[in-house]
């Protein structure tokens, strides 16, 4: 499934999954107002077999399937300090 990938100005490292050529309109606005100006980072074929740093692709795919999108929240106080260790 071709997919884009879209960042808000509001929140660093939450991302937005859509179907490529999807109306933003058409997505909840409880959804679209938590990420301000929306600005697209990529686009990109999502398969199975693609691999994410912080999401599995059949997760991606499910989400879109399900709700007509995938939200890729930002990583919590934990994964940022794992992060942080594994770079030590």
């Known amino acids: ?24 309109d058409d997505l909840p606005e409880a959804l ?5 100006e929306l600005e697209v980072v990529m686009s990109l074929d999502v398969t199975p077999q693609r691999r994410f ?3 599995s ?13 995938y939200l890729q929240m930002p990583p919590t106080p ?3 300090l ?3 260790r594994a770079g030590d």
Do not use: C, N
């Open 78 to 80: 934990a994964e940022l």
């Open 32 to 36: 679209l107002s938590q990420f301000g």
């Open 57 to 69: 692709a059949e997760a991606v795919l499910a989400g879109i399937e399900e709700q007509g999108f």
């Open 53 to 55: 740093a912080r999401a």
């Open 1 to 24: 499934m071709l997919v884009t990938i879209y960042k808000g100005s509001k929140r660093q490292e939450m991302y937005l999954y859509v179907p490529f050529g999807a109306q933003l």
């Open 82 to 84: 794992a992060r942080e």
